[in-house]
């Protein structure tokens, strides 16, 4: 984005500019809906700093295609897992990658139908990253972990082996981040 698209992108309400007296050197950006909302210092000067608010807007878009892009490969795969180990057609509303997640590798919200996958696991095996989604995938099912729950993940073959990958890298996270620290 150049910084003649960024004031047409403002003009139009695709880029919203708030102001922040929390904030004194940083600028934030955030994606809410399909606006892109830039969070800066109260003091902050647009006029002038146009080309770097554009570049950021540019590396922002880039990075929401990508997490869009990975978030239909997401959709996709929990329709085949839906198919192959659930006995009925019940899918999310949405899947997504989330960075936010530094404890649990995936949430799912019920009513809403939301699952959400830490970002941890982009690099993981796929047979660990199917094994996350069919755990959330049967809480859309069933909310607790209880025998039903624990028929329903069992029936993925590579279930408790992931669960042990899963316990291991968490172990090494954890290993590392002491270490830093020590």
């Known amino acids: 984005m150049d910084i003649e ?6 003009g139009a309400g695709r880029v ?7 904030r004194s050197k940083t600028i934030g950006s955030l994606l809410e809906g399909e606006t892109i909302v830039l969070v800066l210092p109260w003091r902050y000067p647009v006029r002038g700093n146009e080309a770097q608010l554009a570049s950021l807007i540019t590396r922002l878009e880039k990075k929401i295609g990508s997490v869009r892009a990975g978030a239909l490969d997401l959709e996709q795969r929990c329709r ?19 960075g936010n997640q530094h404890t ?13 996958i830490s970002d941890r696991l982009r690099f993981a095996p796929p047979w660990v990253l199917d094994a996350v989604l069919v755990h ?35 172990a090494g996270q954890e290993w590392s981040r002491s270490a830093r620290t020590a």
Request: proline residues 4%; hydrophobic residues 40%.
């Open 136 to 170: 959330e995938l049967a809480h859309l099912r069933v909310l607790d972990h209880g025998p039903r729950f624990r028929a329903l993940v069992a029936a993925y073959p590579q279930y408790d082996r992931a669960q042990d990958f899963l316990a291991g890298f968490s």
């Open 104 to 116: 649990l590798w995936g949430s799912t919200t019920s009513v809403t139908r939301e699952i959400r």
């Open 80 to 98: 085949d897992l839906t198919a192959r180990y659930f006995a009925d057609d019940v899918l999310p509303a949405s899947v997504r990658w989330v």
């Open 16 to 22: 919203e500019i708030r102001r922040s007296k929390r």
């Open 5 to 10: 698209g960024l004031r047409e992108a403002i």
